[in-house]
């Protein structure tokens, strides 16, 4: 079996590829042709941690893929200068079940979930979206803005973190990867939103991150920091008005707060969603319906975006000569 370290899995899955790869999942699996159970999770209480088990199994024909991924979330590795986030990702082959591959998972997670963004941004956001707004600047910062900068012509990128200093890191690593457009920290929440038509929230905050009156017209939304019923990123009122797309009804509805929290304030019911990204790919239902119109991508995440990128990983280390062979 091969085994993938986090760079190698960098260098065989370039952001444009898996961007491809994650919609081509979402379209799976909201055609019934994708196998994902709701995700197991144990907690570990005293360091306000969580550990997810996510397996997967995509049937379209062409791309058919097997998988698991593990990851945890440990909020206070930041403390440590450690990465809040750890997973792994092992491949089988889905004629055999034989084990193929191991890849690190941490940055294929980032990656799969800028993908995501990517994929939501590329079917529901203005065409003529020039303005990022980013909430938080941990690891899944740098893919969200990478993400939205290749399917839309962003010329400015608002950082929106409590911390200066780790948002001037962040502006460095974009830097480096290599988005030269205009970086700037934002002074206020209200000042970034008054230019923003995208935003990108990527914290593990508890509570809504602006005001609903503070959006423009005709902005899109990204949520993917949410991952528990106890979390919202984005005000209750905003999803009321908004026209909202998720990654999985089912997954959506058992664990993204910010849907959870509007609904049991009596705003929303589960009429509200407008559908799937699957089914907006597909083209079965319309991302927007109107150049005002708000529009919100709300993601928890989902193991056959794991394992569509880990396969596309896969094949591209092989013909790049990457990885390690080993013999169980």
Same mark, same amino acid.
């Given at each position: 079996?091969?085994?993938?370290?986090?760079?190698?899995? $960098?260098?065989?899955? /370039?952001?444009?590829?898996?961007?491809?790869?994650? *919609?081509?999942?979402?379209?799976?699996?909201?055609?019934?042709?994708?196998?994902?159970?709701? &995700?197991?999770?144990? %907690?570990?209480? =005293? $360091?306000?941690?969580?550990?997810?088990?996510? #397996?997967?199994?995509?049937?379209?024909?062409?791309?058919?893929?097997?998988?698991?991924?593990?990851?945890?979330?440990? +909020?206070?590795?930041?403390?440590?200068? %450690?990465?809040?986030?750890?997973?792994?990702?092992?491949?089988?082959? #889905? *004629?055999?079940?034989? +084990?193929?591959?191991?890849?690190?998972?941490?940055?294929?997670?980032?990656?799969?979930?800028?993908?995501?963004?990517?994929?939501?941004?590329?079917?529901?956001?203005?065409?003529?979206?020039?303005?990022?707004?980013?909430? @938080?600047? @941990?690891?899944?910062?740098?893919?969200?803005?990478?993400?939205?900068?290749?399917?839309?012509?962003?010329?400015?990128?608002?950082?929106?973190?409590?911390? &200066?200093?780790?948002?001037?890191?962040?502006?460095?690593?974009? $830097?480096?990867?290599?988005?030269?457009?205009?970086?700037?920290?934002? /002074?206020?929440?209200?000042?970034?939103? !008054? %230019? !923003?038509?995208?935003?990108?929230?990527?914290?593990?905050?508890?509570?809504?991150?602006?005001?609903?009156? !503070?959006?423009?017209?005709?902005?899109?939304?990204?949520?993917?920091?949410?991952?528990?019923?106890?979390?919202?990123?984005?005000?209750?009122?905003?999803?009321?008005? !908004?026209?909202?797309?998720?990654?999985? &009804?089912?997954?959506?509805?058992? =664990?993204?707060?910010?849907?959870?929290?509007? &609904?049991?304030?009596?705003?929303?019911?589960?009429?509200?969603?407008?559908?799937?990204?699957? =089914?907006?790919?597909?083209? $079965?239902?319309?991302?927007?319906?109107? /150049?005002?119109?708000?529009?919100?991508?709300?993601?928890?995440?989902?193991?056959?975006?794991?394992?569509?990128?880990?396969?596309?990983?896969?094949?591209?280390?092989?013909?790049? @000569?990457?990885?390690?062979?080993?013999?169980?």
């Amino acid at each position: 079996m091969r085994v993938l370290t986090g760079d190698e899995v $960098r260098r065989a899955a /370039p952001m444009a590829a898996a961007i491809d790869a994650v *919609e081509a999942a979402f379209v799976s699996l909201s055609a019934g042709q994708a196998d994902v159970p709701l &995700r197991a999770h144990i %907690e570990t209480p =005293e $360091r306000a941690a969580i550990s997810f088990f996510m #397996p997967a199994r995509i049937a379209a024909a062409g791309s058919a893929a097997l998988g698991l991924k593990v990851v945890s979330v440990f +909020p206070e590795n930041i403390g440590r200068g %450690e990465p809040s986030i750890y997973a792994l990702v092992t491949v089988l082959d #889905p *004629e055999t079940g034989r +084990p193929v591959a191991v890849l690190d998972g941490t940055y294929l997670t980032a990656l799969r979930t800028g993908a995501a963004s990517g994929v939501a941004t590329r079917h529901m956001a203005r065409p003529d979206a020039r303005v990022l707004a980013l909430f @938080g600047a @941990g690891a899944q910062a740098l893919p969200q803005a990478l993400a939205v900068c290749a399917v839309r012509p962003i010329e400015r990128i608002w950082l929106v973190n409590r911390s &200066r200093d780790r948002a001037q890191l962040l502006a460095a690593r974009m $830097r480096h990867e290599g988005l030269t457009l205009d970086l700037r920290i934002a /002074p206020t929440v209200e000042q970034a939103l !008054a %230019e !923003a038509d995208v935003i990108c929230t990527a914290t593990s905050s508890p509570a809504p991150l602006f005001d609903d009156a !503070a959006l423009r017209p005709g902005t899109h939304i990204n949520g993917i920091g949410s991952y528990k019923p106890t979390m919202a990123e984005v005000p209750a009122a905003t999803v009321a008005r !908004a026209r909202v797309v998720v990654d999985q &009804r089912r997954a959506a509805w058992a =664990e993204a707060g910010d849907l959870l929290q509007a &609904r049991d304030a009596g705003l929303i019911d589960e009429g509200h969603l407008a559908g799937e990204i699957g =089914e907006v790919a597909a083209g $079965r239902v319309a991302g927007r319906t109107d /150049p005002a119109e708000i529009t919100f991508f709300k993601s928890v995440g989902n193991a056959a975006q794991d394992i569509a990128v880990a396969a596309l990983a896969l094949a591209r280390s092989a013909v790049l @000569g990457l990885g390690v062979e080993v013999a169980l």
